[in-house]
């Protein structure tokens, strides 16, 4: 069993920035691909962006430049710098893990970010 606890979130205006942290409880978490994800009010839960257990990562084409994803193995832990944010980036956001690559089987309670405009 693996337990994620976002942190991080809060209210910014456009353009500004915040920094996601998400601290895993994972005996081996190196293993573990991980990824961001978020749900909108009325929205489907969406991938913004994941890293494999290499450091290979991939984001949503809407967070490109202006998203990065990163893990610290020795720290068991998994952010998400965010950038130039747009009030569309309003939105809960969750950590994921999981053994396989498009598989998450692990899930954060998920952290609100609001961007105002």
């Known amino acids: 069993q693996v337990q994620l606890v976002e942190s991080g979130g809060g209210l910014v205006q456009a353009g500004g920035s915040l920094k996601l942290s998400c601290a895993a409880s994972?005996?081996?978490?190196?293993?573990?691909?991980l990824g961001w994800y978020r749900q909108a009010p009325g929205e489907q839960r969406e991938l913004v962006a994941r890293?494999?257990?290499?450091?290979?990562?991939v984001y949503a084409d809407s967070v490109k430049g202006r998203f990065t994803i990163s893990r610290d193995d020795a720290k068991k832990s998994v952010f998400l710098q965010m950038n130039t944010l747009k009030p569309e980036d309003t939105a809960v956001y969750y950590c994921?893990?999981?053994?396989?690559?498009?598989?998450?089987?692990?899930w954060g309670q998920g952290t609100q970010v609001t961007v105002s405009s």
């Open positions: 994972a005996t081996f978490f190196s293993i573990y691909y």
């Open positions: 890293i494999t257990t290499t450091g290979s990562t």
């Open positions: 994921a893990a999981g053994l396989a690559l498009n598989s998450p089987r692990y």
